[in-house]
């Protein structure tokens, strides 16, 4: 059983400001699902609606089975967490994370015996006689889960809950998450638009742009087959690098280039024929441009390409080039143009790669892992 369903939610803003639009979707019992998108997509709307902390426009909402569509928050059987953890700041660990059962009248044995087991399991025994102010920012965090868990909910709900920490508690925190949600097997819907969070921590991902679901998959599925190049473009870090060019007889044809495509990838994808003779958008990812002197055993083409410059990261050197082909916007907001236009694509080598800034090279495609999208309609040719 499904036990958060969402059907055809609508979301008006005054008189006409659709928020969103038709949104549906099914998060199973115990899922962790991920919706994520650019600021104004209608991510934390979405979540408020379903908190009940936004009225429903139009559309349906049940929450374990039940229609919650006029039911107020506190009947839902949610728990929300939000990025400001909204603590007590009087009272202590203790105090916080027992509060929702002290309302409820629950007595003074009872609290204690369940908040010990929750502080037991988010490794905050000792601190259960602090305040907030004497914690850390991922300790409020987890003060902040232990609150949504005392009350055992359906669902929990969370609003970019990382957001306040610094990088690198944000990843430590990222995994904590993820693995206290698989050892609660509680329902939870987390809002984030940091792709690399929705990426490592959801079973699925709902991909948002201007109110509209674009995607809803694996982490693998949006990555390997994006259904447009929107969510190509947003998924992934580098973005995928994506291009214009003319389609003729299995040719990619750019101004400086070509690229002949395997007939692997001609009859694995039958709808690239009504493209023949037409505009195409193709994508590849930075991982599948390379150092053509280290693309031995690869099957590979290679097309020229001037180095603007390159970052070496250690465990690889990030090479922004410059291709002689026309860029296509995916339509993220996020992904700024590189260097101020000087460089139109992003490549990963191997940290043994030589190459170096203000530099030609030869550049390996491999194009069998080329994506490609309607220049029109930016949707997924398969
Ligand atoms: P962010 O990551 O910046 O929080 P978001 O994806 O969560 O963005 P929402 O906060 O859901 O986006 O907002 C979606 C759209 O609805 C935005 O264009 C926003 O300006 C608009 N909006 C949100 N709340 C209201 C409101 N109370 N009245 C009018 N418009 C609103």
């Known amino acids: ?56 426009t139009s559309g349906h909402l049940y929450i374990g089975g039940r229609d919650v569509v006029d039911m107020p928050p506190k009947d839902r059987d949610i728990a929300m967490v939000f990025q400001s953890y909204a603590l007590y700041p009087h009272m202590t660990v203790f105090e916080n994370i027992g509060f929702s059962m002290r309302l409820a009248g629950k007595k003074k044995a009872e609290r204690r015996k369940r908040v010990d087991e ?41 609003d970019e809950p990382l ?23 509680v329902t939870t819907i987390y809002v984030t638009h940091d792709q690399t969070e929705a990426m490592t921590m959801g079973d699925r991902v709902a991909v948002m742009k201007g109110g509209v679901l674009q ?34 007889q299995g040719t990619l044809q750019t101004p400086g280039f070509a690229l002949q495509l395997p007939d692997t990838v001609l009859s694995a994808r039958p709808e690239l024929r009504r493209y023949d003779g037409r505009k195409i958008v193709f994508g590849a990812r930075p991982e599948d441009l390379y150092d053509s002197t280290l693309a031995s055993g690869r099957d590979h083409q ?37 260097l101020g236009g000087l460089s139109n694509a992003v490549a990963r080598f191997e940290p043994a790669s030589a190459v170096h800034a203000r530099s030609r090279i030869d550049l390996a495609v491999d194009c069998s892992k080329l994506h490609f999208f309607d220049p029109e309609t930016h949707l997924a040719i398969r």
């Open 1 to 56: 059983m499904a036990e958060v369903v969402l059907e055809n939610i609508c979301k008006t803003y005054g008189n006409s400001f659709q928020a969103i639009q038709n949104l549906n979707l099914e998060i199973a019992h115990g899922e962790f699902l991920i919706l994520v998108g650019p600021s104004g997509c209608g991510k934390s709307t979405a979540l408020r609606m379903i908190a009940g902390l936004e009225d429903i």
């Open 118 to 158: 929750i502080a037991k399991t988010l490794q905050l025994t000792e601190l259960l006689d602090s305040k907030p102010a004497n914690l850390s920012g991922g300790q409020r965090q987890r003060v902040a889960m232990g609150r949504a868990m005392v009350r055992e909910p359906a669902a929990f709900l969370m």
């Open 163 to 185: 957001s306040n920490l610094d990088a690198k508690l944000r990843v430590q925190m990222r995994a904590e998450i993820a693995s206290l949600q698989r050892q609660l097997g």
């Open 215 to 248: 995607q809803v998959d694996t982490p693998k599925r949006l990555y390997d087959a994006p259904v447009n190049a929107f969510v190509a473009g947003f998924i992934g870090s580098p973005s995928m690098n994506l291009f214009e060019a003319e389609l003729s």
């Open 302 to 338: 290679a097309i020229p390409a001037d180095v603007v410059t390159v970052e070496e990261l250690g465990s690889e050197h990030v090479v922004h080039l410059r291709l002689d082909a026309v860029p296509v916007d995916s339509g993220d907001p996020d992904a700024v143009e590189e």
